[in-house]
């Protein structure tokens, strides 16, 4: 007997008649059909984009400072907008997936996002001045934020409940490959080809998604119950029995055919889920990994760790990657919620243990190095740390690793994966850009206010803000989040139907 969401007993959790097995069969005929995966894979290819797009800045923002023509150089108040106004951008492409997520539907949505990413990666290839690289950051950033929206709900919608966790995962897998694919490219391109290498991904999107079908459930939205009963036999192939799993999904749209209302949306169960998701996306940002991605080379910079910074961010990188594919192989075996308690607390104590080391570790040789920041670069932010106590310096880059591990465990990966999950139809559209819109928008206030907080108050306070939301994140894990491994959309979609108090445990 399948486990119930946060662990109630008794048979009103069960809400449908189901014929012997279906979850199986889904699973064989997942594993049996490759089209699924590749709808997965050119969909993902825009996350892929966009994790590239979010750490361009990291070996940039370097290599600006240091720039001799006057037009590109950056002082500290311009780079803190070119690594910040990417998040002002993804708020923007947020909300406009409130709109386009219905509009167009999840999978030309996903296309339209190639066009300001194409334009953005242009500008910033071509920059001559700042304007052009600010806007390119911004045409980035929209993308980004149009794609975050879309693209877990078109994946969760054409997985089966048994791979639903593993092809879950596979956006945040994609945008941390991205980004490792930038900081790798930062060791051999300059910075303006790394924005030309950036248009590759977007191109091979738009041309794989031509010939991916759309989602089945936005299709049934819609009307197009034939093109739907299509897609889905597309999706899971020839062989494959379909119409059971065609009849729920077609029951449950029949029912939710309409918009939800604002009245409606007070209703526990629409608000509810929704409530969970946008709470679970502010905190994946407040723990502090937008900014640490964005300004990771010039971190690794102001600690003066052993080895080089580019070397640092790479090898961080590396560990990211590593760390998702851990997610998505036990995702569907520990279950969501074993793995978002790992994760905060893995988080916790590797930014606990940077500030610590920051506050009471070896000291700059000048005892003001936080004075005139304003004009100073960030690469400066702290003068060389005098006589490095050999593998000490190693601490930043090890507390790094274990973050970035633990985040890419757990609450990357999972926190898209839930919000796609625990959303209702009627507003999942609406209600996956309002997610992503209030995450960015967090996200920019965190970038933007970083290098001034640091200049303030020193680079350890960031750290220890982050260590203390990480411990309120493990109390909400415990608290609210379902878990929802094994179960299809619809079920878990009743179970908020439901009202039982045992929500809160």
């Known amino acids: ?15 449908f008649e189901k014929p012997p097995s279906p979850g199986d069969r889904a699973r064989v005929g997942a594993l049996q059909n490759k089209r699924v995966f590749l709808a997965t894979f050119a969909a993902v290819l825009g996350n892929f984009s966009f994790g590239y797009a979010l750490v361009y800045t990291s070996p940039v923002i370097p290599a600006l400072e240091h720039s001799l023509d006057p037009d590109l150089h950056l002082t500290k108040s311009q780079a803190s907008w070119f690594g910040s106004v990417f998040t002002l951008g993804a708020a923007a492409g947020g909300l406009s997936a409130m709109i386009l997520n219905d509009l167009l539907g999840r999978k030309l949505s996903i296309m ?23 806007l390119g950051r911004m045409l980035t950033g929209f993308a980004g934020g149009l794609t975050a929206a879309c693209i877990p709900v078109y994946v969760s919608e054409i997985a089966p409940p048994g791979v639903r966790g593993a092809l879950g995962a596979t956006p945040q897998l994609m945008a941390v490959f991205g980004s490792l694919s930038l900081y790798a490219l930062g060791l051999l391109l300059p910075w303006r080809w790394l924005a030309v290498a950036g248009e590759a991904p977007v191109l091979v999107m738009i041309l794989l998604l031509s010939f991916m ?80 991605l964005v300004y990771l080379q010039s971190i690794f910079d102001s600690t003066a760790v052993l080895l080089p910074p580019k070397d640092d961010a790479a090898i961080v990188g590396a560990v990211r990657l590593l760390s998702v594919l851990i997610a998505a192989l036990t995702m569907d075996l520990a279950g969501r ?8 607390a893995i988080m916790f104590a590797a930014n606990l243990t940077l500030g610590l080391y ?6 700059p040789l000048s005892p003001n190095s936080t004075a005139g920041l304003e004009s100073e670069s960030w690469g400066n932010l702290a003068q060389p740390l005098a006589a490095p106590a050999g593998y000490l310096t190693l601490v930043p880059l090890l507390a790094t690793m274990f973050f970035i591990m ?6 990357g990966p999972i926190t898209w994966l839930l919000m796609s999950e625990v959303l209702p139809l009627r507003a999942r559209g609406v209600a996956s850009g309002l997610c992503v819109l209030a995450s960015w928008l967090t996200a920019f206030v965190l970038t933007k206010s970083f290098l001034p907080v640091v200049s303030a108050f020193g680079l ?21 989040v379902p878990e929802t491994k094994g179960r299809s959309l619809e079920q878990i979609e009743s179970f908020f139907r439901t009202g039982r108090r045992s929500f809160l445990r």
């Not at 007997?1 to 809400?15: H, W």
């Not at 633990?406 to 609450?411: E, S, V």
């Open 1 to 15: 007997m399948q486990e119930p969401l946060l662990g109630a007993e008794g048979p009103d959790y069960d809400t």
């Open 112 to 134: 339209f996002s190639a066009v300001p990413s194409a334009a953005g990666y242009a500008l910033m290839a071509g920059a001559h001045g700042l304007w052009m690289l600010l």
């Open 213 to 292: 079908p759309n989602s089945p459930r936005f299709l049934l939205s819609r009307g197009r119950d034939e093109e739907a009963l299509r897609a889905l036999a597309w999706l899971r192939g020839t062989d494959a029995d379909v119409h059971w799993e065609f009849e729920q999904i077609q029951d449950n749209v029949r029912r939710q055919s309409s918009r939800v209302s604002w009245a409606e949306a007070r209703a526990p169960h629409v608000c509810r889920p929704i409530a969970v998701a946008l709470l679970m996306r502010l905190l994946q940002q407040l723990t502090g990994i937008t900014p640490i």
């Open 337 to 344: 919620k074993v793995l978002l308690f790992v994760s905060a």
């Open 358 to 363: 920051i506050h009471f570790g070896p000291r």
């Open 406 to 411: 633990g985040y890419a465990m757990g609450w």
């Open 460 to 480: 350890q306070v960031p750290f220890f803000f982050f260590a203390a939301i990480c411990l309120v994140s493990l109390v909400f894990t415990g608290c609210c």
